[in-house]
């Protein structure tokens, strides 16, 4: 695509006579790429175009072209993605985990030259859609017409992102068990960062952790903890994940056998699970710090901010400014005062969003 240029002149630091020689090539290169070919003819196209381009580059230049391929990639793929796994740039994903061997194998380039040839018309078509249905909303064009090209990028979003998943499946194959299976794990946790992303469970355990070096039995019954929060999280993410994934579907078009309030409770029991795994992890650490720590404080009164903004929601008191000072109001004297409001606010602030379930 020719917004890729800007990608190139930057990471190459091309002059305006090598910007201008290199536009004409990408645009003759686009030009060929755009006419329907045997899938076998579109690496011979890209190496074509890529030795043209290296002619006009200077030695320094030349070195750099490996970054050009990745930035070119990385910029594509995340441009307009939506879809979790879409953006995800699977050789990019894998770089830093291969081995020289497996990084100048046979089959790895040959894996890697695959997923560029079946990825560029595939990018190429999403961008197409993108563009024309900005351009048919902004001039009010018919429903039929935007509903036709919605109807067919969603599952175009689909075939990316499972080219994606199938390309880390294939180099994880030609790579050792152990990080074959952190690569997989890698692409799961890059796609999905709602569901595998730190939540308060585990920020809480790492902090007691920390607060408990200096006392070797704590720390044991903190470790002891930490063990099953891994486990607890283990079963609720694969039932998140699963949750995420049926939405994400069902909003690109693929409907499955899930309806829309289908699809929005699993959501939202996933969304329950994560919650009373976190509930579970304050009250469990709220035993075992020590009140005076600071760790101690903070769960405190996290714990009783969680309770009063559950009763008064229940209540549905919030907005009831009588209520609100009755709860907060410590001293009894009928109004709140700096620290009995910022109380109210913190308490507010910090479950709002949590009792809303936005997690995922």
Sequence with gaps: MMRDMETIATVLELDS??????????????????????AHEYPALAEEFRANVMAVLSEGQVTRWTDVDAAVRRSRLSMGATLPGEGIDAVGLAQGMLE???RGSRDMIAVVQEY??????????????MDAIRSEAGRGAADSSLRSHMDELGPLRMAIRDLNQRTIERMSSLMS??????????????????????GEAEALVMRAR?????????RGRIDLIAGALESRL??????????????????????????AEQVDERIKASEEELMKVDDWVIDTLLVEMPGSSALGAHLREVS???????????????????????????????????????????????????FAKYRL
């Design 17 to 38: 006579v090598q910007v201008s020689i290199v536009e004409t090539m990408l645009a003759d290169y686009l030009a060929a790429t755009s006419i329907s070919r045997p």
């Design 304 to 354: 009783e901010g969680r309770d009063r903004y559950r009763k008064l929601s229940e209540r549905k008191a919030w907005g009831n400014q009588e209520a609100t000072v009755s709860e907060f109001d410590s001293d009894g004297d009928g109004a709140l005062d700096a620290a009995e409001a910022d109380l109210a606010f913190r308490t507010y602030t910090r479950n709002v969003s949590r």
């Design 177 to 198: 068990e152990e990080r074959g299976a952190m690569l997989r794990d890698r692409m799961v946790r890059t796609s999905y960062p709602t569901v595998f992303g730190v």
């Design 234 to 259: 283990v079963d609720a993410r694969a039932r998140a994940l699963e949750a995420v994934r049926a939405r994400s579907e069902f909003a690109a078009g693929v409907r499955g056998s899930h309806t």
């Design 100 to 102: 020289p061997h497996e």
């Design 210 to 218: 920390e607060e408990s070096r200096s006392d070797d039995e704590l």
């Design 116 to 129: 560029s040839a079946a990825l560029d018309p595939l990018l190429a078509r999403r961008t197409e859609l």
